[in-house]
């Protein structure tokens, strides 16, 4: 029997196919089952996967004017990181989304008008005034381009948003400032203005028929704003894992707790994970995700996932004084591709320490573009983060059955 018997053509090099028949082979030569003889098949095409990254230096011109000494929330963070990324060769191999203002009509998705108008207003006003302004606030700055640099960093988040959930790219990072998740409804706070990333959600749902949104705000603070734009919404998931003290670590309020759980019919859609002290690392990290965030996150099965990220959890971060290294940044980012057909966007939002963010949003944008995270050591959480996760379990497993006790023995 040769090779060109049966249907005429040349047979390709020998290959296994599952056929549901079992093959046969005689020595080298090709398949035969059933009848026919299998050639190899044409390559299946690997669905190629693109990144986006926002990024637009007019976002530098919101700056601190008013005081002498260096304020953390500095233009430098967004270039420092965007050189970082080009220094590695990254910003090549992504897409490049621009950035544009957001719209009064997509702000008031989360703000009021009233905040709208504030916000604009503060192109017109006086140094002086600027000044005022600043004190009126709790912890902002406000020079004449602020407010450009503000819809430019929400509608950035939005355009990246938009592009990740109608499959222009597979996911992106979102390199803008000034942050947003401490906005409030009415006001701005925390060196936020606009809630880039509550708007973009909004945003998704109202024009492109996105029904679920798991956001995971791993900024070292609490996103107090987000928090509250999504209190009763069953569609939306707020999960936020920062440095809580007791309610003694900003935004200091005792609804960063882990009994706030959302309201109405949105109970258990609103997940705290508070750390009681500073210093906690990348295992007790890793151990929220394993515990708490993966498991929520595949039960609430999400058509798109947005982090709040902050790189302030990082090691070396001035305020944060947690140690969050860029290995397990990586692998917190490879865990949530894994969700939403992969749809993912990173916005940063804190982050005080040019070489930690820089490297911790890198090593998150390599796994972006493919890479695996690097390796990480054992995990060992900390006495604290176990009695944390404890404390979450215990009230949210009364709304994700993942989280349920599945066996007890009582003699144990
Ligand atoms: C976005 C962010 C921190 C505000 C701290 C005010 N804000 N003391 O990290
Ligand atoms: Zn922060």
């Given at each position: 029997m040769e090779d060109m018997e049966i249907d005429g053509t040349e047979a390709q090099p020998y290959v296994l196919i599952e056929t549901g028949n079992l093959p046969i082979t005689v020595g080298n030569r090709p398949i035969y089952t059933n009848g026919r003889y299998i050639s190899k098949p044409a390559p299946i095409p690997l669905k190629s996967t693109k990144t986006g990254v926002v990024y637009d230096r007019r976002m530098r011109y919101h700056a601190n004017i008013h005081e002498e000494e260096h304020h953390p929330e500095d233009p430098s963070r967004i270039s420092s990181i965007q050189t970082t990324f080009k220094a590695a060769g990254c910003l090549e191999k992504m897409v490049l989304i621009n950035a544009r203002e957001v719209t009064k009509d997509e702000v008031?998705?989360?703000?009021?008008?009233?905040?709208?108008?504030?916000?604009?207003?503060?192109?017109?006003?006086?140094?002086?005034?600027?000044?005022?302004?600043?004190?009126?606030?709790?912890?902002?700055?406000?020079?004449?381009?602020?407010?450009?640099?503000?819809?430019?960093?929400?509608?950035?988040?939005?355009?990246?948003?938009?592009?990740?959930?109608?499959?222009?790219?597979?996911?992106?990072?979102?390199?803008?400032?000034?942050?947003?998740?401490?906005?409030?409804?009415?006001?701005?706070?925390?060196?936020?203005?606009?809630?880039?990333?509550?708007?973009?959600?909004?945003?998704?749902?109202?024009?492109?028929?996105?029904?679920?949104?798991?956001?995971l705000d791993w900024d070292i603070h609490h996103g107090n704003g987000t928090q509250k734009a999504?209190?009763?919404?069953?569609?939306?998931?707020?999960?936020?894992?920062?440095?809580?003290?007791?309610?003694?670590?900003?935004?200091?309020?005792?609804?960063?707790?882990?009994?706030?759980?959302?309201?109405?019919?949105?109970?258990?859609?609103?997940?705290?994970?508070?750390?009681?002290?500073?210093?906690?690392?990348?295992?007790?990290?890793?151990?929220?995700?394993?515990?708490?965030?993966?498991?929520?996150?595949?039960?609430f099965d999400p058509d798109i996932v947005i982090v709040s990220a902050g790189f302030d959890a990082a090691e070396g971060d001035p305020i944060g004084e947690n140690h969050v290294t860029p290995s397990a940044f990586g692998h917190m980012t490879h865990m949530l591709k894994s969700l939403a057909a992969g749809k993912l966007v990173l916005a940063l939002e804190g982050g005080y320490n040019l070489d930690s963010i820089s490297n911790s949003a890198l090593a998150c944008v390599k796994v972006l573009l493919g890479e695996h995270p690097a390796k990480l050591g054992p995990i060992k959480p900390s006495q604290e983060c176990v009695e944390t996760i404890y404390q979450v379990i215990r009230v949210q497993s009364r709304y994700w059955s993942c989280l349920k006790p599945v066996y007890i023995d009582s003699t144990e």
């Open positions: 008031r998705l989360v703000h009021t008008d009233e905040h709208w108008d504030f916000v604009a207003k503060t192109s017109a006003l006086s140094e002086a005034q600027l000044g005022k302004v600043a004190d009126d606030y709790n912890s902002i700055y406000v020079n004449k381009e602020t407010a450009l640099s503000a819809r430019l960093s929400c509608g950035g988040v939005i355009e990246l948003c938009k592009a990740v959930a109608r499959g222009d790219v597979t996911n992106g990072f979102a390199n803008v400032r000034p942050p947003g998740h401490h906005a409030e409804i009415n006001e701005p706070m925390g060196f936020c203005f606009f809630n880039n990333v509550a708007v973009a959600a909004q945003c998704l749902k109202r024009d492109l028929k996105i029904e679920k949104v798991f956001i999504f209190y009763n919404d069953p569609n939306v998931v707020y999960c936020s894992i920062h440095r809580y003290d007791n309610a003694n670590f900003y935004p200091g309020d005792p609804q960063a707790g882990h009994t706030y759980v959302g309201g109405g019919q949105a109970k258990g859609k609103t997940i705290n994970i508070p750390w009681p002290r500073p210093g906690m690392r990348d295992s007790d990290y890793i151990y929220a995700f394993n515990k708490v965030v993966m498991p929520i996150a595949y039960e």
